[in-house]
């Protein structure tokens, strides 16, 4: 799950994190008024999307830039006018852009030095570490890359928490002196504190700047929450913004089911996470490409399989679909029920091809063979990819 | 011959009045397994099915019925819990199905095991199986048969996928082992092929990985230096698209590693034969053998 900006602001004052002040506005009267409420001539008015790349991105209308100086609140207002309700393009949005609805009112601050920051969770010794380099403000991946030597790690004791002495370490090492190396060990653990107390899989700190007069303060910031322990944070879960999210998963978070949109042609419906990796793979290996991930999971009812399918049938990209199903726990006749029910609901716009095996797999195949349904018959696994490359190819 | 578990095994079950801890517990005991105690806190004295006795805590199931190995099905806020108490119970074999439990539980958990003579497979997995002997999971008995093949998997039914393409070929399994999809898992891939190279009865393995942290990598540099049996490969995710699983920074962390191409490779260097397609584990272990 993401947040905005604003969001990720809110969750920093509530943990002591220092950041500049903001507020988000959803009218450019309420852009005016928190701008008035700030008292300074160093502004800023930043767009609110679920998309990186803001700065550089071009609205619909022309204008250029989802994050803007100023230094007047009437200014602020004129700026949020040019950006609320209009859709922003950026690298990262694709060509149909977002829509904004909130921008970030901020007072800006002046950047005297940029560092790295990150905590996540390391998987190969099953603790926190965090990350952290003198080079801030540009993609990590590209110092990791280039100039491996300037990233510093630090694990962290799954049982004692990150400790003060490696707060002190790490802003040693990122070259904080004096006054800030306080303020810098401090932030340091209020992140950490932050990190545990949302059950965060990463919160990364690009940039962490030090102004002129040596105040440090968190700029920006990127969350990942653990989706497995969201049923104890209601307040994070709150924060969801539906409208930023791919309907199509969206519409499948709605009945439990696991999707993910791709770009290809051939939809698959799969159960289990690693079947429905692997068929994506051998899709690709038979020529195609996979418009989706989709695992209905281990005990689906025929309610859940019916609306996975329409889910791959509204799809306007898709030209045929595949579904492979190694029933365990699940029967392959209910999938085979909840595929019928659906096309009977939705028909039928592309070719379909099915693999079953499994638990019920002759209970399942009778009913499609009966439904006089046309369906494409697969035995195994790599003749059933084929099949529906070819299929994709011909339409 | 096979590994942690066979006809000695003495299976309770943790959450066995709840729906799927039932289901569950019943397909085990139809497979042949020896289910002899249930756990449910508040139900103490009742009989599942009139048979299996079902006990508050486990410690009273440990006390009274000398169970060696635990099937865990209660509900991911507790599931962490549940596994401890097993492991402070004695349970030698903690097998945890549940999916879902918070990585930070998770994490607490991991570092409460070090030391303990407990071995935790899961969470978020299939279960153990050793073929004519002993189920504890959710895996469909029926595909599998005995033999002498082993198998280590993160994933429930690409698992499945690959001991049927054994069966169907005539290849048993001695254990097939499925440690599970979490991040943070009690048995590694590496554990796992460990406790198979000390099996004589197993004489080949197929190992199925997927993408993201580096469990398939460590066990390749180990199997490259002390595992000179067949070793046949899958890695699931190569097409996945990157950054939606794994965070910003995790790449950074495992030093490019993770990726699908690089844990092929990693394998291939350690004399592996990898399966291009899920369709051809089976296979590809197969002509291992008759090389």
């Known amino acids: 799950m993401n947040i905005h900006e604003y969001q990720a602001?809110?969750?920093?004052?509530?943990f002591n994190i220092a950041t500049p002040k903001g507020a988000?506005?959803?009218?450019?009267?309420?852009a005016e008024r928190i701008a008035a409420g700030f008292n300074t001539s160093k502004l800023v008015v930043k767009a609110q999307i679920h998309a990186g790349g803001r700065g550089k991105g071009t609205f619909d209308t022309g204008f250029k830039g989802g994050v803007?100086?100023?230094?007047?609140?009437?200014?602020?207002?004129?700026?949020?006018e040019k950006m609320l309700g209009h859709t922003l393009v950026t690298h990262q949005t694709g060509p149909a852009g977002k829509t904004v609805r909130k921008v970030l009112v901020a007072e800006s601050v002046d950047i005297a030095r940029e560092v790295y920051f990150a905590i996540l969770m390391d998987r190969s010794t099953g603790s926190p570490v965090v990350v952290a380099s003198t080079e801030g403000g540009v993609e990590i991946e590209k110092v990791a890359e280039e100039h491996p030597d300037k990233i510093i790690r630090e694990l962290v004791h799954p049982l004692l928490g990150f400790q003060p002495f490696q707060a002190l370490k790490l802003a040693r090492q990122l070259d904080f002196k004096r006054d800030q190396l306080k303020a810098a060990s401090k932030l340091f653990c209020n992140v950490f504190k932050l990190f545990v107390s949302l059950d965060c899989?990463?919160?990364?700190?690009?940039?962490?700047?030090?102004?002129?007069?040596g105040v440090v303060y968190a700029l920006d910031a990127k969350f990942n929450f653990d989706d497995n322990a969201l049923y104890r944070h209601k307040d994070i879960l709150e924060m969801r913004d539906i409208q930023e999210e791919d309907p199509r998963e969206v519409e499948a978070s709605r009945f439990g089911l696991n999707y993910i949109g791709l770009e290809g042609d051939i939809a698959c419906l799969v159960n289990g996470a690693g079947l429905a990796m692997a068929t994506m793979d051998i899709i690709k290996y038979a020529g195609g490409e996979p418009a989706n991930f989709l695992d209905v999971g281990g005990g689906a009812s025929e309610e859940q399989v019916t609306e996975a399918f329409k889910i791959l049938v509204a799809d306007k990209n898709v030209k045929a679909i595949l579904v492979n199903i190694f029933g365990g726990i699940m029967r392959c006749d209910v999938i085979a029920q909840g595929i019928i029910n659906a096309v009977k609901a939705v028909s039928l716009p592309v070719p379909l091809v099915v693999r079953l095996e499994g638990t019920n797999v002759d209970l399942g195949k009778k009913l499609l063979q009966d439904s006089r349904l046309p369906i494409q018959a697969a035995t195994d696994l790599s003749e059933a990819a084929k099949l529906v490359v070819a299929a994709a190819k011909k339409v | 011959m096979s590994i942690l578990v066979d006809s000695n095994t003495r299976l309770l079950v943790q959450g066995i009045t709840g729906s799927s801890g039932a289901f569950h517990a019943r397909g085990c005991m139809e497979y042949g397994t020896n289910?002899?105690?249930?756990?449910t806190p508040g139900k103490g004295g009742q009989l599942f099915d009139g048979k299996v006795p079902v006990f508050d805590t486990v410690y009273e199931a440990r006390q009274q019925t000398g169970c060696n190995a635990t099937m865990i099905f209660v509900p991911a806020p507790f599931a962490g819990d549940a596994i401890l108490e097993a492991v402070d119970a004695g349970v030698e074999l903690v097998v945890c199905i549940t999916e879902g439990i918070p990585v930070m539980d998770m994490m607490r958990v991991k570092t409460a095991l070090t030391g303990k003579k407990s071995r935790l497979i899961g969470p978020n997995c299939p279960g153990i199986i050793t073929p004519g002997q002993c189920k504890i999971g959710i895996m469909p008995g029926y595909i599998h048969k005995p033999g002498k093949i082993g198998v280590i998997s993160r994933s429930g039914t690409l698992t499945y996928e690959a001991v049927w393409q054994l069966t169907q070929r005539g290849f048993g399994q001695s254990t097939c082992i499925g440690i599970g999809g979490d991040p943070i898992n009690g048995t590694s891939h590496l554990d796992a092929v460990k406790l198979f190279s000390e099996d004589p009865g197993t004489k080949a393995l197929i190992i199925i990985g997927e993408i993201g942290g580096t469990a398939e990598e460590e066990a390749a540099v180990w199997i490259k230096g002390h595992y000179d049996?067949?070793?046949?490969?899958?890695?699931?995710?190569?097409?996945?698209?990157?950054?939606?699983?794994m965070g910003h920074a995790g790449a950074i962390v495992s030093g490019g590693k993770g990726t699908a191409a690089g844990k092929m490779e990693a394998l291939r260097e350690a004399g592996i034969a990898i399966a291009d397609t899920p369709a051809t584990m089976g296979e590809t272990l197969i002509k291992n053998l008759r090389h």
Not at chain 2, 229 to 245: D, E
């Open chain 1, 9 to 14: 602001k809110q969750l920093f004052g509530r």
């Open chain 1, 24 to 30: 988000p506005a959803e009218t450019p009267e309420e």
């Open chain 1, 68 to 80: 803007k100086l100023c230094s007047t609140p009437a200014e602020a207002r004129e700026l949020a």
């Open chain 1, 201 to 213: 899989s990463l919160v990364e700190i690009n940039p962490l700047v030090v102004t002129p007069e």
């Open chain 2, 35 to 39: 289910v002899v105690a249930g756990v």
């Open chain 2, 229 to 245: 049996k067949p070793v046949a490969a899958f890695i699931a995710g190569a097409t996945a698209p990157p950054g939606r699983r």
